[in-house]
Each structure stands twice: as structure tokens, then as C-alpha cells.
């Protein structure tokens, strides 16, 4: 069973940078697409980014498109999420998610396992 664990967040000033670590251990991350959420107070947990098993796909949400970057280093287990020009409504709990295996990268349901997240907090 693999363990998924998110690290990096924190308070960052609006339009500085951050960049999220999720660390699996226990299994490998070879060949499963991996993914990052945000959940907001109050609000749904939403797709943020994805890559596939080999890293040369990505899919970005609108909200971060041009701003966040989805990155994975398969040797070190490891899936990164670089975010650039923070917003205040970036801010959330980010959750990083392995697929199931299935192609669809953007739902909540694609995914099996996911990390208890991190906190980003972005001021105005």
C-alpha cells in the first residue's frame, strides 16, 4: 500500500511562489498518474493539476493555468506542484492524489489514494 505525504505549504504573500511536495513511500509511483486538489472552506475538493505516469503529460485547471507547474521525479517517488503569482484565492488545503489507472485525470473519483494534505494561506 502506498502512503502519500504532502509537504511545502505555508503562508506566502499574494504573488510570491510555493512549491508543494507529495512523497510516497511503501510502493513505488510507477506508472500511475498523479494529481493535485485544493479544498477551500466551504467549498468542493477540486482538481488542480495532473501528470501522467511518465511526466510527459500534464492537465491544468483554468484557475492555474500559466501559474502552476506539475512535475514528478519518479527515481525519488516524489510529485511536485511549483505555484507562481499566488493568489488569495489559491488559498485551501492542497491534496496530492494517486489515479486509479484510469485515464481521466480531472475528478475525484479517478483517484485511490491520497495524501492528509497541507495547508497553503495566501494574504493580500
Known amino acids: 500500500q502506498v502512503q502519500l505525504v504532502e509537504s511545502g505549504g505555508g503562508l506566502v504573500q499574494a504573488g510570491g511562489s510555493l512549491r508543494l511536495s507529495c512523497a510516497a513511500s511503501g510502493r513505488t509511483l510507477s506508472r500511475r498518474g498523479m494529481g493535485w486538489f485544493r479544498q477551500a472552506p466551504g ?37 511536485y506542484l511549483q505555484m507562481n503569482s499566488v493568489k488569495p484565492e489559491d488559498t485551501a488545503v492542497y491534496y496530492c492524489a494517486r489515479n486509479k489507472g484510469v485515464e481521466s485525470m480531472s475528478y475525484v473519483n479517478d483517484y485511490d489514494t491520497w495524501g492528509q494534505g497541507t495547508q497553503v494561506t495566501v494574504s493580500s
Open 43 to 79: 467549498k468542493e475538493r477540486e482538481f488542480v493539476a495532473g501528470i501522467s505516469w511518465t511526466g510527459s503529460n500534464t492537465y491544468y485547471a483554468d484557475s492555474g493555468k500559466g501559474r502552476f507547474t506539475i512535475s514528478r521525479d519518479n527515481a525519488k517517488n516524489t510529485v
